[in-house]
């Protein structure tokens, strides 16, 4: 029979107080004949406890022992060892918590001893299946991790440094330094913070054994205590900290300017920047907030930020080049694109979004009119020939390309002339011929030959083609077979001719009106360019017919706008139904009025018809206008490319390559009827995949692209941004135009477009114009650099990630934002630092002059549990007390007020410091809230209480300081996912113990510092962060820690492999075998918690010690 002792643990009064643990102790003995003997200690936990229950395992010949207590995270460790010092196995020991599941839960003593005496009746029960198990020793990486590079991670990461061990110092920012880097003085000794944390930067940015990895977060960890991996993402810095010499070269040229962030938003700073010239990595980084949203929104990428801000600065020739890396055709572009970067422009937001295309319009007409020639560099030429079918956009922009990379191409259009659909499709009064022609006779000039009126795969075949050295194909055909009404009457009477063929017949030159009035059918651009071109034409009358409302239309807006001024009638909500005519002329259209029904698979309305709304549109012609399709020749009579059931070329998404693997398509002949702009870009793409084909004989993956940015505007951003309508295009008057082919809109002027540029929000921070590179002489820049994963393996990770301030804006009544002169106690740090914005003046935002009076307000964000948080922020009081004492100093008669709930000042030194400010300085404490901050001739008035003097108190100020409370950090949950770390409901890291294991966590091997665990003072901060650092080397010295044996392992008799609980392991400790076909573990990364276990739909995992038998041995002994 199994020989068990058990031991109830009084806990002081914590316990006895409401438990009866003599009556436990003595029922327990009487009633289970597996206990040996039960006793009951008033701290079992100390030393007497201990050797009582070590000399009872000797005395009684005990095998298993059940202790009663509280707080098993911190005692059991404490029971297994003493236990284990009299010779007993300590996993035959059970730990049952009656403190904060009994005693501290309930006030009813007979109900919390109630509940005390099953728990113990369960631990007997359960502690009777419990076998000797022995624990596996492990070394231990001697490296350890510091997150978060405050003062509190740089003091944990020296001290590890200094005793011989190497150190990565993680660190979100661009720099280490943390909150204390952004202060002035610390308090109560009132030291410069710059004069005592720059030594420790400093020393740590040089220490052989520290590697510094900043704007670097953690995004996972597994292993366990000695043996961590962690997987480190860095962002990229742009500036090589090997090369850079902190001349400042760059940031002289950088035309953007974007609010500082370290500055709190008081002054502006350029993205390529070190926030002071003390910082450490005492190195220039460029801040990028990621991809603008107008580039985002761009089908083929063009970064619109990027040249619209050196448009603004008049650097119209770099400009230009920027454009071309993504787009060789500026000045069609200009004109014709369906303007997607306008649509999502965040300038929209305030007045109305940049006139991005207009400018781009205007680069390449500069360079026309200038006769200059802006090229990318191009490769030297190869030997490989390629040829392009079809001189579209399209085909044009792979041709381009690929004659950058240096091979020799050629282009093979059907059509007397080339440029696709923009010679055939757009009228002249949108895209100028001359406008077309050069850009073609600009892509001629960089060597590629184009070859009209030959359709190849009627002409000339593919194989014709390779056998004359073509190495490679792209099909950009385009798109140019009209779709037919399928009505009654189309047939029968002329003339009807679809859109696409009338614009084609116009853009060769035909001048001849169709007939006297028009009628198009359709609600796209080659609707509204097939109208506006008819009445060029001289038609007396033209009509559009569309069948939804103007709100659905496909068209460009300023097209259908201009297409009205011209006096164009459309026709909402128009189903043409007939066509009807006399003598086989038409006459006109019968129509039929609709209205909106339910979405269409497309999501948009589906129109319906109106029964008994017939009527007649009288017309000489009717020109559908209602889509188009790809008319793919005889190009796959002789290769079989797939075509879609759409009729167009079936393409792999990222590389444009068709089933025949020299073959590549892009533009109208994938997509069906698009836009110019993702033509060029499928050109582009299908350029760069065509050159891997050549060069490497594969298709290389494509590189993710940068997240967009996707917020609203700030109101900071909206206070910032400079004033400006959008710049009008001037225009041919509509009564003018219409009776022309003239081009109607006539440009932007330099200055026009230099004001636009000046508009810009710069959305993406930094706008890659490459300035800063082609000024920087040891070429430390490098815009193409990317995100990149470290994996470390660490032995200790001290977390010390530090605090965020709060957001005063929820507390409307005291003006912050709304005045400038009511700002938070960090920009109050920050406008008195020698480093800060005004050079260490203490001045007014608004007009920079000098503060006579201020007005400190406590309290802001803390301890208000409506609008803030419950807590107490800690160094809030300290804060005010210290900055009224700095701004006596800038200005001895100033005046002083601090409006307070409490004053608490638990510091050494803190209460002396606080009488200072009160008697010698002067300043006037003022014990009740503020209800509100109001502006009263020029000044500022705080109205508030005095609940010492019973009543209400304005006090007239020139600057209120908000003492704003401390938070932890807004990324708090991804940290805590990344490290398996606990968050209280704040987001502040859990503590093992808050007195006997303030620096450690649940997870061994992991340690807290500073204000990650809650708010702190900087002697906090440091002091934990020493401590933490002890923690790591201590288990550094031992070298080796004992791995519990208390892991999950798998039946593979049962498992059926569905993978369910690999996914849920938080340790990455599940794999599943391919060669066994069932799940594994790696029993030195599990840790034991049991979540596949319980998740396990067919039971094939258990935990070692915590088996089924064991489990429900404890429940039945609870209910027994």
Not at 904 to 913: L, M, N, P, S
Request: aromatic fraction near 6%; hydrophobic fraction near 35%; charged fraction near 25%.
């Amino acid at each position: 029979m199994k020989r068990v002792g058990v031991y109830i643990c009084h806990c002081g009064t914590n316990i006895a107080g409401k438990v009866d643990v003599t009556g436990i102790s003595d029922q327990i003995g009487a009633e289970c004949e597996e206990v040996v003997v039960s006793r009951h200690y008033k701290y079992m936990c100390s030393e007497p406890g201990q050797k009582m229950i070590r000399e009872d395992i000797a005395e009684y010949s005990l095998d298993h022992v059940v202790e009663a207590s509280c707080s098993p995270k911190m005692h059991e460790p404490t029971f297994r060892n003493a236990v284990s010092m009299a010779g007993m196995n300590q996993y035959c020991f059970e730990m049952v918590n009656i403190r904060e599941h009994c005693s501290w839960v309930s006030e009813d003593g007979g109900l919390a001893t109630a509940k005390a005496k099953s728990l113990v009746k369960g631990g007997i029960a359960r502690v009777l299946h419990h076998k000797p198990l022995q624990g596996s020793r492990s070394a231990v990486t001697r490296t350890a991790m510091v997150v978060g590079g405050g003062i509190a991670g740089i003091t944990s990461a020296l001290k590890i440094a200094g005793a011989g061990y190497k150190v990565y110092l993680v660190e979100k920012d661009e720099i280490i330094g943390g909150r204390m880097s952004q202060f002035d003085k610390t308090f109560p000794t009132l030291d410069c913070a710059g004069c005592t944390l720059t030594p420790k930067t400093s020393e740590a940015g040089r220490h052989p054994n520290i590697e510094i990895l900043t704007k670097s977060e953690v995004v996972g960890v597994t292993g366990f205590v000695g043996n961590f991996t962690a997987r480190v993402l860095q962002k990229p810095r742009y500036v090589r900290t090997d090369k850079c010499t902190g001349c400042g070269d760059c940031q002289k040229v950088c035309p953007v300017d974007i609010p500082s962030a370290f500055e709190v938003g008081l002054a502006t700073r350029h993205p390529i920047s070190r926030p002071f010239p003390q910082a450490i990595p005492n190195t220039y980084s460029i801040l990028r907030a990621g991809m603008p949203p107008c580039q985002a929104a761009c089908p083929a990428g063009v970064n619109a930020q990027g040249y619209m801000t050196l448009a603004g600065e008049g650097k119209f020739e770099e400009a230009l080049a920027l454009v071309r890396e993504r787009m060789p055709f500026a000045s069609m572009c200009g004109r014709i694109c369906n303007r997607r970067c306008e649509s999502a422009c965040k300038r929209g937001q305030l007045d109305e979004p940049l006139a991005i295309c207009h400018t781009k319009r205007f680069l390449g007409d500069y360079e026309i009119e200038r006769g200059v020639d802006i090229q990318p560099p191009m490769m030297p030429r190869r030997e490989e020939k390629i040829a392009v079918v079809g001189g579209g956009p399209g085909g044009l922009s792979a041709a381009y390309y690929l004659t950058l990379e240096g091979y020799r191409v050629t282009v093979f259009e059907k059509l007397p002339l080339a440029g696709g659909m923009l010679a055939v499709g757009i009228p002249e009064y949108r895209l100028p011929k001359k406008v077309l022609d050069l850009e073609i006779k600009r892509l001629c000039n960089l060597g590629v030959e184009i070859r009209t009126g030959i359709e190849v795969g009627k002409d000339v075949s593919l194989n014709q083609l390779r056998s004359e050295g073509y190495r490679a194909f792209f099909l950009g055909i385009g798109a140019h077979r009209g779709y037919a009404l399928g009505i009654e009457g189309e047939k029968e009477f002329q003339p009807v001719l679809d859109g696409v063929t009338f614009l084609r017949d116009v853009g060769l030159g035909g001048r001849k009106a169709p007939a006297e009035s028009v009628i198009v059918i359709g609600g796209g651009n080659v609707a509204i360019d097939a109208a506006r071109s008819a009445l060029r034409l001289g038609c007396s009358k033209v009509f559009i017919a569309y069948r939804r409302t103007r709100a659905e239309m496909p068209a460009n807006e300023e097209e259908i706008h201009h297409a009205e001024q011209e006096g164009i009638e459309i026709h909402y909500l128009t189903i043409p139904k007939r066509v009807v005519g006399r003598n086989g002329r038409v006459t006109g259209l019968e129509c039929i009025k609709a209205r909106l029904g339910e979405p269409d698979q497309g999501g948009r309305r589906r129109p319906v018809p109106i029964e008994g709304s017939e009527f007649i549109i009288e017309a000489g012609a009717v020109i559908p206008a209602i889509g188009q399709e790809v008319d793919p020749g005889g190009l796959c009579a002789e290769d079989p490319i797939e075509v879609s059931r759409r009729g167009t070329l079936v393409v792999e998404k990222e590389t444009f390559q068709t089933n025949v693997s020299d073959v590549f398509a892009g533009g109208d002949a994938v997509l069906g009827p698009a836009t110019f702009v993702e033509a060029v870009a499928h050109g582009r793409l299908a350029a760069r995949a065509m050159h891997d084909f050549l060069q490497y004989g594969s298709l290389r993956e494509v590189k993710a692209t940068e997240k967009p940015v996707d917020r609203e505007l700030s109101e900071d951003e909206r206070s910032r941004a400079r004033s400006g309508n959008r710049q009008p295009m001037p225009m041919i008057a509509p009564e003018v135009r219409k009776r022309t082919f003239d081009e109607v809109e006539l440009g932007l002027t330099a200055e026009a477009a230099q004001l636009e540029g000046k508009r810009c929000l710069s959305c993406g921070h930094c706008c890659q114009c490459g300035e800063c590179a082609r000024n920087c002489g040891p070429q430390a820049i490098d815009l193409t650099e990317r995100e990149r994963i470290h994996t470390l393996d660490v032995g200790a990770i001290v977390v010390a990630t530090g605090i965020d301030v709060f957001d005063p804006r929820k507390y409307t009544e005291y003006g912050y934002g709304k005045y400038p002169d009511v700002i938070t106690n960090l920009q109050f740090e920050r406008l008195c630092n020698a480093s800060g914005p005004t050079g260490g003046k203490l001045v007014r935002p608004s007009d920079g002059k000098t503060p006579q009076s201020v007005v400190f307000i406590q309290c802001v964000g803390s301890r208000d549990r409506a609008r803030g948080n419950e807590y107490c922020s800690k160094v809030c009081c300290m804060i005010s007390a210290k900055q009224l004492s700095i701004f006596k100093h800038f200005n001895h008669d100033g005046q002083a007020y601090v409006f307070y709930i409490d004053n608490r000042t638990g510091g050494k030194g803190y209460e002396e410091f606080l009488r200072r400010a009160i008697e010698e300085e002067g300043a006037q404490y003022i014990r009740g809230r503020v209800s509100r901050v109001f502006q009263e001739g020029g000044r500022l008035i705080v109205r508030g209480e005095n609940s010492l003097a019973g009543g209400p108190v304005e006090v007239e100020a020139d600057m209120v300081v908000l003492a704003t409370g401390l938070t932890a950090r807004k990324d708090y949950l991804s940290v805590a996912r990344a490290l398996n770390l606990s968050t209280d409901k704040n987001g502040f890291f859990i503590e093992l113990h808050p007195k006997l294991g303030p620096v450690e966590t649940s997870l061994a091997g992991i340690y807290l510092a500073g204000a990650a665990q809650g708010p702190k003072d900087i002697p906090e901060s440091v002091a934990q962060g020493g401590a933490a650092a002890a923690e790591a080397l201590t288990l550094f010295s031992v070298g080796q820690v004992e791995v519990e044996p208390t892991v999950a392992s798998v039946n593979g008799t049962f498992c059926t492999g569905c993978k369910t609980c690999e996914g849920l392991c938080a340790y990455s400790a599940i794999s599943f075998s391919d060669e066994k076909k069932e799940a594994v573990v790696n029993q030195a990364m599990c840790q034991g918690c049991g979540t596949c276990a319980a998740a396990c739909p067919v039971a094939a995992i258990s935990v070692c010690h915590y088996t089924p038998d064991q489990i429900f041995a404890q429940i039945e002994g609870i209910l027994r």
